[in-house]
């Protein structure tokens, strides 16, 4: 698998501080890398370091397998972006702004913009002024922009911010179906982990401007495996009997409660063994860790003692 | 390099400023021309000759068209990075001195092509409208007229290149109120004409007065935008 985008120990100083610290990201040709992190945490420095707004104090970006120096600029033509708040030409009209767009990224396929406008939804209001626009439209017409021009690359920060339900849906079909259909290699920032955890094939968490973990979905699948949570009748039997045979984790919550950790068998199997020994079971659950759970805990498990102080 | 320059046109509807341009030269020609009205049975005051009467037009002029420049300067570049449409501008696969080069060409040609076009327009009126209003004593032959095409030509691009100096003040914080108001200071320097009663003076009479100031206009320009390339946008 080639990579697309790759960063090397990318760091980026404010004034003495680090911003973004050391961080080495690999970015595979066609997935969608969800990149998650707080309020603060680099996304969008990042991000425009990526699109040479902003340039390194020191580490490299490769981009298609080229350097980016701070003079480079033709590597941009392969990439739509959206960063940060939407901006647009104010007395341009959402038909004219795509249009000027398309002009500067010398993209000559007129007939596309309606279709575009069509795909983000905005085919009744492409004569209105951008000024009159709310923020969920502007987001729309932003999202039309990065992509009208068929990019091979796509970076999206916070693409969904202002969006309704619907428009957060829409959006997340559109950046499937260009995943699958155009093969575009999209890179999309999030503080909202769900948004992520459905669509991406890799996350990469940042936090304090450094890279915590780049990790595949399927992977981080396999590694958080299910907590299952048992109403038995009797608790310390069935913990001995599942820590003896089956060499698993076992908590007692309650008289009644048993929480299992790091078990390999299936929950029937379990369920089974202990009824086969006299032990009851009332009731089962299969806890499933979510993405959410797991980046909360990423991140507080290195703030909670910071917080304090 | 035209390509740009007629996207940003088109992107900032310039031909809007035709408008204020048509405004500006009818306000300065009625100005100039109630004062020569008023004066004329004033012997002292009345207006000797055509050249007479076209100096107010042209210092009236050339502050107004500095000033006009830097509206421009301010909408074409300053505007742009306050409202961070530059950034998304730099991400389009052209280098950045090229789009702010177009952009100051467009600026400067615009400032100098409305100046000379003013002042040309006015001298044109003044020719025949003379005749029946008498606007300052003797006539003006079309000879005459045509004999000020190279200095309203040096005029207009002396001027418009001084119109470049604001963009300094302004670039330094990105205001558009300063980059207006070092404009109406330098129109007002470079055009003032000091006078104790027979000789003038004025500092753009001084041909090389103008002149470095244009040059230096040009650099300002220039350094402006020089380190673009390995400049954070912010």
């Known amino acids: ?309 | 390099m035209i390509h740009l320059i007629k996207l940003e046109w088109r992107k900032h509807q310039m031909w809007r400023y035709f408008t204020s341009f048509f405004f500006c030269v009818i306000s300065i020609y009625g100005f100039v021309v109630l004062i020569s009205l008023d004066s004329k049975n004033d012997i002292d005051a009345a207006m000797g000759s055509f050249h007479e009467f076209m100096t107010p037009v042209i210092i009236f002029s050339n502050i107004t068209f500095i000033i006009f420049g830097s509206v421009i300067l301010s909408r074409l570049i300053i505007s742009e990075f306050r409202t961070k449409t530059m950034e998304v501008l730099f991400t389009y696969p052209i280098k950045r001195k090229k789009l702010l080069f177009a952009k100051l060409t467009l600026a400067y040609l615009f400032t100098a092509g409305s100046l000379f076009a003013g002042i040309w327009f006015m001298q044109l009126i003044t020719y025949f409208l003379q005749p029946s209003l008498g606007l300052f004593e003797g006539t003006v032959s079309f000879q005459e007229l045509v004999a000020t095409f190279p200095k309203t030509v040096t005029n207009a691009l002396m001027m418009g290149a001084i119109a470049l100096i604001p963009l300094f003040f302004g670039m330094r914080k990105k205001s558009t109120a300063t980059t207006i108001t070092s404009a109406v200071i330098i129109s007002f320097l470079v055009n003032a004409t000091v006078s104790d009663g027979g000789a003038t003076f004025s500092l753009a009479d001084v041909v090389i007065i103008p002149l470095i100031l244009a040059l230096l206009g040009i650099s300002i320009a220039y350094l402006s935008f020089r380190n673009i390339n390995v400049k954070d946008v912010k």
């Open chain 1, 1 to 309: 698998m080639n990579y697309i985008i790759q960063t090397h120990q990318l760091t980026k100083h404010y004034a003495g501080k680090p911003v973004i610290n050391q961080v080495s990201m690999n970015i595979k040709e066609g997935e969608i890398y969800g990149f998650l992190g707080p309020n603060g945490a680099g996304k969008t420095t990042l991000m425009k370091m990526l699109l040479n707004l902003v340039k390194p104090t020191s580490g490299d970006i490769s981009i298609q397998e080229q350097p980016i120096m701070a003079s480079s600029y033709t590597y941009l033509k392969d990439i739509g972006s959206l960063i940060e708040y939407p901006i647009f030409y104010e007395e341009l009209t959402a038909q004219e702004n795509l249009k000027m767009h398309c002009a500067y990224m010398g993209y000559k396929d007129q007939n596309h913009i309606k279709k575009v406008l069509d795909i983000v939804g905005l085919q009744q209001i492409e004569r209105k002024k951008v000024k009159e626009f709310s923020l969920g439209m502007r987001q729309r017409l932003a999202i039309g922009r990065a992509i009208v021009a068929k990019p091979k690359v796509l970076i999206l920060d916070e693409p969904i911010n202002g969006l309704d339900p619907i428009g957060i849906k829409e959006v997340r079909e559109l950046l499937v179906m260009l995943k699958q259909q155009y093969k575009m290699t999209i890179l999309i920032s999030s503080h909202i982990v769900s948004e992520i955890e459905s669509i991406a094939d890799t996350i990469g968490v940042l936090n304090d401007g450094e890279l915590m973990e780049e990790i595949s979905m399927h992977s981080l699948r396999t590694k958080q495996q299910a907590t299952i949570e048992m109403v038995v009748s009797d608790t310390k039997k069935a913990k001995r009997l599942l820590e003896e045979d089956f060499n698993a984790n076992v908590q007692i919550m309650d008289a009644r409660t048993l929480i299992i950790q790091q078990v390999h068998k299936k929950t029937s199997t379990i369920t089974k063994h202990l009824i086969m020994h006299d032990v009851d079971v009332d009731e089962v659950e299969t806890l499933h860790q979510s993405l959410e759970d797991y980046f909360v805990k990423m991140i507080n498990g290195r703030d909670q003692y910071d917080s304090f102080n």
